[in-house]
């Protein structure tokens, strides 16, 4: 009786944050359905096509539909592939493209301190540490993509593996030096803070960070795999890159992951830079490389030295 008790009052202490979790997982698949459903809007209307519009009214119910059909629909294992590590891929991208969301302030907690009512950002784990959580987890997820181009057995695959790995770290360390440059100017590597303090900042300070914000919106696009930086998914060089040989649900999961990762993203754009709440010809790859070592790397290493000078010298840097 005593353990049923024990259990219970343990259930009742983790049952809210459970369900905040639940909540959390739920609104990023339907954010990601509908961001796809947008996204074929969009592309139907630069074509002069139709887009999604059958299923349901103005095709609103298609997202379900496609899912319907990945769940269902047989998984195909190439011959060559390496059974385990092909299964695991997927789980791994998924997963981590979920994690980041532990982070990421979602809503606002009101507190009365001192007599005094502040709202305060609200998340599900406020960890001090929360931008480099969130780094730490983006970086996990090449292991993914590169397991799944070398299980694949597929040289398609495999190149689009080392090119989507060889892509997100080069522009990793350009987005590392620009939220340095946020957390000199903030004083704080938790991101609950940082929305706070962004609030309370000077416009000068969003002026001197302006430069910064436009290297890592260029950076995310790298990171993500979107236009003009696709080049790991390059169809008329590699088929669909490092997931060519993937179908039904492991597919989906690959899918999932991507524009998961595609909203984390725009999310921290939104909370270094943004306060917290609010068609391009291809590269080639030796651009996109270039564009990463020689040129966003170098500046964002001088602009860090510029924050920090600026504030110094002004006696504004965080105490």
Request: charged fraction near 10%; charge should be neutral; glycine fraction near 6%.
């Amino acid at each position: 009786m005593g353990v049923l008790q024990s259990l219970l009052t343990y259930l009742s202490s983790v049952g809210p944050l459970i369900f905040v979790m639940l909540s959390a997982m739920v609104g990023v698949m339907v954010s990601v359905a509908y961001l796809v459903y947008m996204e074929r809007k969009v592309i139907a209307f630069m074509q002069l096509r139709h887009g999604p519009s059958v299923v349901g009214p103005l095709g609103l119910l298609q997202p379900f539909a496609d899912a319907l059909k990945l769940v269902t629909k047989e998984s195909i294992i190439p011959l060559r592939s390496r059974n385990f590590a092909f299964f695991i891929a997927p789980v791994i991208t998924f997963t981590l493209a979920l994690s980041g969301w532990a982070v990421i302030p979602f809503g606002v907690s009101t507190y009365v301190i001192n007599g005094v009512e502040t709202s305060i950002p609200a998340a599900i784990a406020n960890i001090n540490l929360g931008v480099l959580y969130i780094f730490a987890v983006s970086s996990l997820e090449v292991y993914g993509i590169i397991m799944a181009g070398w299980s694949s057995g597929s040289k398609y695959a495999f190149l689009g593996a080392i090119r989507s790995a060889s892509q997100m770290i080069s522009y990793e360390v350009s987005m590392g030096l620009v939220v340095l440059s946020v957390s000199v100017a903030t004083g704080s590597l938790r991101l609950v803070d940082i929305v706070v303090m962004r609030h309370t900042m000077p416009y000068w300070v969003d002026l001197l960070l302006l430069p910064m914000a436009l290297v890592f919106f260029i950076s995310i696009l790298a990171e993500t795999n979107r236009h003009p930086f696709d080049l790991p998914e390059a169809e008329s060089e590699l088929v669909s890159g490092y997931n060519v040989e993937y179908s039904s649900m492991p597919f989906a999961m690959f899918f999932l992951g991507e524009y998961a990762n595609m909203i984390l993203v725009s999310a921290m754009m939104v909370i270094f830079f943004l306060g917290g709440w609010a068609t391009i010809p291809r590269y080639r790859y030796d651009q996109l490389m270039r564009l990463g070592w020689k040129i966003f790397l170098p500046f964002s290493f001088a602009w860090v030295m510029v924050v920090s000078g600026v504030l110094l010298y002004l006696d504004k840097l965080p105490k």
